[in-house]
């Protein structure tokens, strides 16, 4: 029995140094594979971070792009809605004795004739008449085009018209108040401008634009001098210009133009279009403002202007003379006299 126990021991005592050894030997791989776990949570920290880093940068990135795709849609839509038309209301026309330009100053309305000045009050009563606005000239001139006021003063364009030719073409200054003469400036004649239809003071950028109705390359710009010295300054390609250009008015940082465009014989209509100003650029769209289809009868469109206390356009127009060549020839049926009206459009 005693031998039988000492087996037994034996025996008890390798199982468990066998057990501690398998034991032993067990927990050695698991030590050996702590490196490769903590190095494969590493790469999976990194991984993640840079995951997120690059997700923070896609989304930062899609948040700039969308901002400024905002601002450029906010830009677009500010610039779509200053360039786009204003709505125009037919309130009035007035018969006056001008044919050729209109313009508006301190509750005065300004007509020319082709040889004439005349004031009307608010009402469009009229006050007084220049016949002989050529007195104090050098060059011979007969013929004034639309045109502007700018504190006191009357800005015109004038020049020798006969047939569609013009000379001696001119900026001429008269006081507002007695309608006489006051001042002169010479075009230059390197400008390539052949006819001066129509005149307007640009005090935001200190300058006076004339415009042509000459059918050649002339009437396809618009030419800029110095307020002050009346030097010349440039000229401006209209793109896509409209035909036979009557008038000129700086407004708000557009230069609104009226032009004869429309057969009175086929009762088309005559349109004013407008040039946002921009003197980094050497050629300006062309936008159509209003087409003149409201008029008493289809003719021939002149100067415009705006009276600012009433908030309307105005646009002189002339009916009932057969135009040749820039000139009235003849009548049509039922006239014996050309009728001359400034229609008065309320703008909201």
């Known amino acids: 029995m005693r031998k039988r126990s000492m087996s037994i021991i034996i025996i008890s005592a390798l199982s468990v140094s066998l057990m501690l050894g398998l034991s032993a030997c067990g927990t050695k791989p698991a030590a050996e594979s702590a490196p490769a776990d903590s190095a494969a949570a590493d790469n999976t920290a990194v991984e993640s971070s840079v995951d997120d880093s690059a997700a923070v940068d896609d989304t930062a990135a899609d948040s700039s792009a969308d901002d400024i795709a905002a601002v450029d849609d906010a830009a677009a839509d500010s610039t779509a809605a200053d360039s786009a038309p204003a709505a125009y209301t037919l309130e009035s026309s007035h018969e006056v004795d001008g044919r050729q330009g209109i313009a508006w100053e301190n509750g005065l309305y300004y007509v020319s004739g082709s040889t004439t000045l005349s004031v009307y009050d608010a009402d469009w009563n009229r006050i007084k008449t220049e016949t002989e606005p050529f007195g104090a000239f050098d060059a011979e001139v007969n013929h004034i085009g639309d045109i502007d006021v700018y504190n006191g003063e009357i800005y015109a364009g004038v020049e020798y018209f006969m047939d569609g030719e013009a000379s001696n073409i001119q900026m001429a200054v008269y006081d507002a108040e007695t309608l006489q003469l006051t001042r002169t400036y010479m075009f230059d004649p390197e400008s390539g401008q052949t006819e001066v239809s129509g005149m307007t003071v640009d005090p935001d950028h200190g300058s006076m634009w004339m415009c042509s109705w000459a059918m050649d390359d002339s009437g396809s710009y618009l030419y800029r001098y110095d307020l002050e010295s009346g030097a010349y300054l440039g000229k401006v390609r209209m793109e896509i210009p409209p035909q036979l250009i009557q008038g000129i008015k700086y407004y708000e940082g557009w230069l609104y133009i009226t032009a004869d465009d429309g057969d009175a014989d086929d009762d088309a209509p005559d349109h004013v279009y407008k040039c946002q100003v921009d003197l980094s ?46 000139m009235p020839k003849g009548f049509y049926e039922g006239y014996d006299a050309e009728i001359h009206e400034v229609f008065a459009y309320d703008m909201q």
Do not use: H, M, W
């Open 281 to 326: 650029l050497d050629q300006y769209p062309v936008l159509t403002e209003k087409t003149l289809d409201d008029v008493t009868r289809q003719g021939e469109i002149e100067g415009l202007s705006f009276d600012t206390d009433k908030n309307q356009l105005l646009v002189c127009y002339n009916r009932g003379a057969i135009i040749v060549k820039g």
